[in-house]
């Protein structure tokens, strides 16, 4: 095979595990997808290497090794699905590397993502529809959303000011807790615990915790204990940005 | 028990617009979260332990998916996520921070630990489908 070929074929295969990889897909299934698309290529071996934080991809003879670093992740079911699309059509034999390419830098691109009024109304509904499924009371119903919906919108906001997740993650807890607490004294609100519970669910890192249990037992040891520390670390914001509201109250 | 299934379908589908799912999954996502948070619910009402109805729940979650993804052709985690959302111990992760701030640090290691193995089971669920996938998919390769 080329060279210039076999070069392509390393680029195609690295930027859908790039993108996969910052959308959220699991890491198994991104070190099956590179080998895949290099397999449907006709190079049988190659080599995978998928962490949090970074992809090498290694294919056997003169070719060379390459890496990419991954900074931000965050989740975006939408660009998986497109990816694993492209990687069906090139195992079907469908796509050249090149059309294949070219098709992977737009999806890079592209913004998928939902408005952000429609997410931070998700957040809204979802943290009240979460306080009735705790077993909390109608009464407690708007405001769980308001302060549910307050939290994310706060995230949003300061994730984008500070560009630190943590701090971003902290400070929204820490308003959720206030929104609850405030509405409980007022006597607005009936029980503070609920309340907090429901609105803090959009931003718990359920996802995280169970993709790195699940990374963990599958034998992926280095991503799963990687992101098992980013679980943590977001769950341990959230916990003393309600913890703070409790102690200053 | 309706508010249940109405509540948990529609904070399924609002997580799969924060996830930003493809439009078309999004009712997908629902259901899915539904039936998880419906057999949970009934299991845990009936004095089922915790860690069984989650881990029950999860599997049916895990069940759906795949089949929803073989005849849509899309990822599993599309619908996994959404499903499983409603059974992650946010609460009892919360509940234990709480009791670590108050300084009941007997309390705290217990819920603590309650929720990774809530977290324990939702992963085992999750793998237990695929290794039944895995194994239907090689019986059908070996028939042929």
Redesign the interface.
């Known amino acids: 095979m080329k060279p210039a070929i076999t070069y392509e074929i390393i680029e195609v295969s690295l930027l859908a595990g790039k993108i996969m990889l910052q959308s ?3 890491t198994y ?1 991104v070190e099956d997808t590179m080998s895949r698309i290099s397999a449907a290529y006709g190079i049988s071996t190659s080599h995978c290497y998928a962490t949090p934080t970074a992809l090498i991809f290694s294919m056997e003879g003169e070719n060379p090794t390459k890496l990419v670093r991954i900074s931000e992740r965050s ?4 660009k ?2 497109l990816v ?2 492209i990687s ?1 059509q090139i195992s079907a034999g469908e796509l050249s590397a090149k059309e294949a390419l070219t098709s992977l830098k737009e999806i890079e691109l592209a913004d ?3 408005p952000i009024w ?2 931070i109304f ?2 809204f ?2 943290s ?3 306080l ?3 077993q909390g009371q109608w009464n407690d119903f708007l405001l769980a959303c308001l302060a549910g919906g307050l939290g994310f919108s706060a995230l949003i906001y300061l994730h984008k000011l500070l560009e630190m997740k943590f701090f971003a993650e902290f400070l929204s807890s820490f308003i959720i807790g206030v929104v609850a607490i405030l509405t409980v004294r007022t006597g607005i609100g009936l029980e503070v ?1 609920k309340i ?2 429901g609105s ?3 931003l ?1 890192p ?2 995280l ?2 993709n790195a ?2 990374d963990l ?2 034998g992926h040891l280095m991503a799963g204990v990687a992101k098992g520390a980013e679980a943590f670390l977001t ?1 341990f914001a ?3 940005g ?2 703070a509201t ?2 200053i109250f | 028990m309706i508010e249940q299934l109405i509540t948990s379908f529609i904070a399924s589908a609002a997580f799969g617009i924060i996830f930003s799912a493809p439009k078309e999954s999004l009712v997908k996502c629902g259901f899915v979260g539904m039936a998880g948070w419906f057999l949970y619910f009934l299991l845990y009402s009936s004095n089922v332990s915790s860690i069984m109805a989650t881990l029950a729940a999860t599997l049916l979650v895990a069940i759906i998916s795949q089949i929803f993804a073989r005849y849509y052709k899309t990822p599993v985690i599309i619908f996994s996520v959404a499903g499983i959302i409603p059974l992650v111990p946010g609460g009892l992760s919360y509940d234990a921070m709480r009791n670590f701030v108050e300084n009941d640090y007997n309390m705290a290691l217990q819920l603590a630990a309650r929720a990774f193995m809530l977290s324990g089971a939702i992963a085992m669920g999750l793998l237990f489908s695929e290794v039944i996938n895995q194994l239907i998919k090689k019986s059908k390769q070996v028939k042929n």
């Open positions: 959220g897909a699991e299934r989740t975006d079911l939408n998986v699905t694993n699309g069906r998928h993502t939902y429609l997410q998700s957040a509904i979802s009240g529809c979460f009735i499924m705790f615990d907090i519970i803090v669910m959009p718990v359920g996802l915790i169970t249990v699940r037992i599958a769950a959230i916990g003393i309600i913890a409790f102690i």
